[in-house]
């Protein structure tokens, strides 16, 4: 298409911070039983990508667990791309908050390295949290994103974004094309989450808006209309907030700030008609992530209030591969474990809800 072919007032195309990613297909076959007899049978052809963010890697309320569970899920459904909204370390430095930090800067790029080099053949994206933009802020280079895409050995076709931007997506699914803009975005409201999200949309009439930054999860719709020579088109826009990996953060409950939701949400597009999904893992999947080792009925341990276990927790003294806890004893990463550490180095299980 050309501007010369764009119907209507066109002031301007360009391809700026455009990609074209082709999702791939999947089939499912739907069947409606009432009894025995079969009501109804249906045959859908969609694609899914996954949208995931506010990871906050080395906060001591990152939800590990959850953020796992997750990644397991994904592993198990290889058609799934993934698209990574921001935020995926906590780099505290250059911030006003009460330390609780539990790993170094290095930590927490190595544990967000290792966690996405299993899926380095299909990540759509990167974009810039305004976590990572500190450190661009401090270090007055740009460079810490492709840096970070490279240690995790992205395709060619992986679009690693610029700081403050956001990112314009083709995806085709089978016959079907559906626009999308992904932004970590910046907003300080807190009651209202959707509203940057609301002026995005109107911003870009794209099918789809992506929004990381506020731990919201969850979608709403506009609908708006078209008039072309096809008649009046009445158009659908998904406005979707991408959730976060950080339950209950102190600062947070401090400010009353709305709970936080963890999780990230998966898109369904479907390919034989104009449509999308929410797919809520959470809820949907719930089965699945217990048996991949989720706790959903919270911690019934006591909790450990003594001096220097509490300290060691916040300042770790690192040990090589491993770190000491109050008693002089080696721990484990606890990132990597799925669990969180007590004082006394042994496994507590988490509590986590989504
Ligand atoms: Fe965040
Ligand atoms: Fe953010």
């Not at 499912?28 to 963010?53: L, M, N, P, W």
């Not at 909790?303 to 003294?317: G, I, R, Y």
Request: proline share 3%; net charge neutral.
């Amino acid at each position: 298409m050309t501007k010369s072919n764009v119907s209507g007032v066109v002031l301007d195309t360009d391809w700026e911070r455009y990609i074209d990613y082709e999702l791939p297909l999947v089939t499912s076959i739907r069947k409606v039983k009432h009894g025995r007899r079969i009501i109804d049978s249906f045959t859908d052809t969609y694609a899914e990508a996954a949208f995931i963010g506010d990871i906050h890697i080395g906060h001591n309320d990152h939800s590990f667990n959850m953020f796992n569970a997750y990644l397991n899920f994904l592993k198990d459904r290889p058609y799934i791309p993934i698209g990574l909204m921001g935020d995926f370390i906590e780099y505290q430095t250059l911030t006003n908050f009460v330390n609780n930090e539990i790993l170094s800067v290095d930590e927490q790029i190595d544990v967000f390295v290792k966690k996405m080099r299993p899926f380095k053949d299909r990540i759509i994206f990167m974009l810039w949290g305004n976590h990572e933009e500190r450190i661009a802020r401090y270090t007055k280079s740009n460079r810490f994103l492709a840096d970070l895409a490279r240690e995790i050995g992205v395709k060619d076709n992986c679009y690693v974004g610029e700081p403050e931007r956001g990112v314009n997506i083709l995806f085709k699914v089978g016959n079907n094309e559906y626009g999308a803009y992904a932004h970590h975005s910046s907003t300080g409201a807190v009651i209202n989450k959707t509203i940057q999200l609301r002026r995005s949309g109107f911003q870009t009439g794209a099918a789809l808006i992506l929004h990381g930054h506020t731990h919201h999860l969850g979608y709403e719709q506009r609908t708006f209309r078209e008039l072309t020579s096809m008649g009046r088109i009445t158009k659908r826009q998904w406005l979707v907030s991408t959730g976060c990996f950080l339950k209950d953060a102190g600062y947070a409950e401090k400010r009353s700030y709305p709970l936080t939701e963890v999780g990230a949400p998966i898109i369904r597009f479907y390919a034989d008609r104009g449509k999308l999904e929410f797919v809520d893992v959470g809820t949907d999947y719930r089965a699945y992530l217990e048996k991949g080792g989720m706790v959903f009925e919270g911690d019934t341990g006591p909790v450990n209030l003594k001096l220097s276990n509490v300290v060691s927790v916040l300042h770790p003294v690192l040990e090589q591969s491993g770190r000491r806890d109050g008693d002089g004893k080696q721990v484990r990463h606890v990132l990597d474990q799925g669990g969180r550490s007590d004082g006394a180095g042994k496994q507590v299980r988490s509590v986590i809800s989504p």
